[in-house]
């Protein structure tokens, strides 16, 4: 029930294109949902984040879609450039803790 | 400014040995999370701290894991006897609100790789 799950596990998209990751939970008790980007060798950096009050968020070229009753929100990123490559990881907090999805290793092709 | 820093950011170890690694949080932040990720996995979450209060340490994998904040800023993950089991990358993050509060958000240093032959 602490699982966050995520999906797809790769994803190529070509530069200019739209990038769409999933998750999915079951805690309902989770109370705050942020998306973070990892580039190898580094540390997890917040990217955006929503609150489930809320239905979407957009910063920039990311979007957060957050579906309260199907238990789902999902990371679109508009115009993907090659610099997007990396991997993304959603999470949700409990009690200020975080618990990752699987992560997914993005690819934009030039 | 300075971010979240970890040091050793490399660490080699024989089967058995113990190990520590370091987290210098960012300067007055209040909270102070470790996770450990294994390769290709998102992080796991194993203690956080609250100043020096050690206010949640379920995810700790065993009694060979130990964590301590005694000042309130710099943070030591231990890991006495380590397994091959406990190869991973650790990671430090720490977050100016509250340890409990849920839009906290955390601010990852780049970690450390720990690989036991």
């Known amino acids: 029930q602490q699982q966050v799950k995520q999906s797809p596990q790769s994803l190529i998209v070509q530069k200019g294109g739209i990038s769409i990751i999933n998750c999915a939970y079951e805690n309902t008790a989770f109370d705050y949902f942020p998306w973070y980007q990892q580039f190898p060798g580094k540390g997890p950096a917040l990217l955006i984040a929503?609150?489930?009050?809320?239905s979407e968020k957009k910063e920039g070229r990311f979007t957060i879609s957050f579906n309260k009753s199907a238990k789902q929100f999902s990371l679109h990123i508009m115009d993907s450039q090659p610099g997007d490559s990396a991997t993304y990881f959603c999470a949700a907090s409990i009690t200020g803790k975080l618990i990752f999805g699987q992560g997914t290793e993005l690819s934009v092709k030039p | 400014g300075a971010g979240v820093s970890q040091s050793p950011r490399y660490k080699v170890a024989k089967r058995g040995q113990d190990v520590a690694l370091r987290c210098d949080p960012i300067?007055?932040?209040?909270?102070l999370f470790w996770y450990q990720q294994a390769l290709g996995q998102g992080p796991e979450f194993l203690t956080y701290f609250q100043n020096e209060a050690q206010l949640d340490k379920s995810g700790l994998p065993s009694d060979r894991f130990f964590a301590e904040r005694p000042e309130g800023s710099v943070s030591t993950l231990k890991i006495q006897r380590t397994q091959q089991e406990d190869s991973a990358v650790y990671l430090c993050?720490?977050?100016?609100?509250?340890?409990?509060?849920?839009?906290?958000?955390?601010?990852f240093g780049p970690g450390t790789r720990l690989t036991v032959l």
């Open positions: 993050a720490s977050s100016p609100r509250l340890a409990g509060d849920p839009y906290n958000e955390q601010f």
């Open positions: 929503i609150r489930p009050d809320v």
């Open positions: 300067s007055g932040h209040v909270s």
